[in-house]
């Protein structure tokens, strides 16, 4: 089983729906958690950290549910610029020092 | 302004011929750390560094090497590149990390290595 897990999608979805996906992990010692957003062929780029008690910023809502070992990431009115993939990140079970990435979900919207 | 560069941006090289991707932070960030990309692998780190002189394998070493002489710098070193290592590279900087807690990481505009 991989350390973290992630739906590949592609999630395609209308101009201002609500989307959500979720990120697996395997490391129930994990303390650290984030959401990357990466656009095509370019670097990933922080969207927020996510915190025990949750995480909002505008229309961005992460959580984590330590009991079923995922995080999940809420985005609603979503905008065409919203397209790109989203990535999940977890400290590793071996160490916190070594980052472990999903492989990154798919996201299209459409108009 | 705040940023980790790298270079150079692409590079098509031959197998056997060594390669050095530079990678520099002006964030005065103790750790850093080096990915790489593949299709439905997503990213893989490669080496990780998380201060001066203290470096340590990630999950893909082979075939790689890292030097960590100076805070700011993390190069990537390919002493004897081969195909397989053809693939879109990162490096990443973050603020530190602290016992169980690890810090968001900022990456540099990527290194498209092609070796044929």
């Known amino acids: 089983r991989k350390e973290v897990e992630q739906d590949p999608g592609p999630f395609n979805v209308p101009e201002g729906a609500t989307v959500a996906f979720n990120c697996t992990y395997s490391n129930s010692a994990s303390q650290s958690f984030f959401w990357y957003r990466q656009d095509c062929r370019k670097e990933p780029k922080l969207l927020m950290s996510?915190?025990?008690s949750g995480n909002e910023d505008g229309r961005f809502t992460a959580q984590l549910n330590r009991a079923s070992q995922y995080i999940s990431l809420l985005i609603r009115d979503s905008k065409l610029s919203d397209s790109a993939t989203y990535l999940c990140?977890?400290?590793?079970?071996?160490?916190?020092?070594?980052?472990?990435f999903g492989s990154g979900t798919r996201l299209s919207i459409r108009p | 302004e705040a940023q980790v560069t790298q270079n150079p941006r692409y590079l098509i090289t031959v197998t056997g011929k060594k390669l050095t991707v530079t990678c520099s932070q002006n964030m005065n960030h103790e750790y850093m750390s080096w990915y790489r990309q593949d299709p439905g692998l997503g990213l893989r780190q490669i080496y990780y560094s998380m201060n001066v002189e203290v470096t340590d394998k990630g999950d893909v070493p082979e075939g790689y090497k890292v030097s960590r002489k100076e805070k700011r710098n993390f190069p990537l070193i390919l002493e004897s590149p081969s195909p397989n290592q053809t693939s879109l590279y990162f490096c990443?900087?973050?603020?530190?990390?602290?016992?169980?807690?690890?810090?968001?990481?900022?990456f540099g505009p990527g290194t498209r290595l092609t070796v044929t």
């Open positions: 990443a900087s973050s603020f530190s990390w602290t016992g169980d807690l690890s810090y968001e990481q900022y």
């Open positions: 996510v915190y025990s």
């Open positions: 990140a977890v400290n590793s079970y071996s160490s916190a020092s070594k980052i472990i």
